[in-house]
């Protein structure tokens, strides 16, 4: 299975900020992703998206890419954070106030989802339907009466 990473350094945002957004693609399958940094609202969200398609065109580059784009997943993606930058913001009676400008740096991994196999598929217990009362369990507390 192949790995895609993209790395985007000194990005003038905080770490926090970053990591709510991202926190919304993790797991997700890379067209819904795109699709939801397309239409966030948050303004790191571009460079997010910036970061997520270089980390496609880097998994498309590997030899062991399958050629699917559809089977991409967001396998990962974190913001660390990176230098601050310390500014001076007069203040009155002469004293001074600090300003940190924070920045992150942002990344993103994208991997190919497994194939499901029709075997392990069929295997799998059935399901109950909504609403069906559950099956009474064999040697609980309840059911000794």
């Known amino acids: 299975m192949a790995v895609g ?9 905080s770490a926090q900020k970053a990591g709510l957004v991202l926190d919304q693609i993790r797991g997700q399958e890379v067209a819904h992703a795109l699709a939801t940094l397309r239409y966030s609202r948050k303004l790191i969200a571009r460079d997010i998206e910036k970061v997520l398609r270089s980390a496609v065109a ?6 062991g890419f399958s050629g699917d784009v559809d089977r991409l997943v967001v ?3 974190w913001a660390n ?28 991994e994208v991997a190919e ?8 598929t069929a295997s799998a217990a059935p399901r109950r ?14 059911a000794r009466g």
């Not at 880097?58 to 030899?63: I, T």
């Open 75 to 77: 396998a990962g993606c």
């Open 113 to 120: 989802r497994p194939r499901a196999s029709t075997a392990s």
């Open 129 to 142: 339907r909504r609403g069906a009362p559950a099956p009474a369990r064999r040697g609980s507390a309840h």
């Open 81 to 108: 954070q990176g230098p601050s930058m310390k500014r001076v913001r007069p203040a009155p009676m002469g004293r001074a106030f600090r300003v940190v400008k924070r920045m992150a740096h942002l990344t993103v």
């Open 5 to 13: 990473h993209a790395t985007a350094r000194y990005i003038r945002t």
């Open 58 to 63: 880097n998994l498309q580059q590997q030899d």
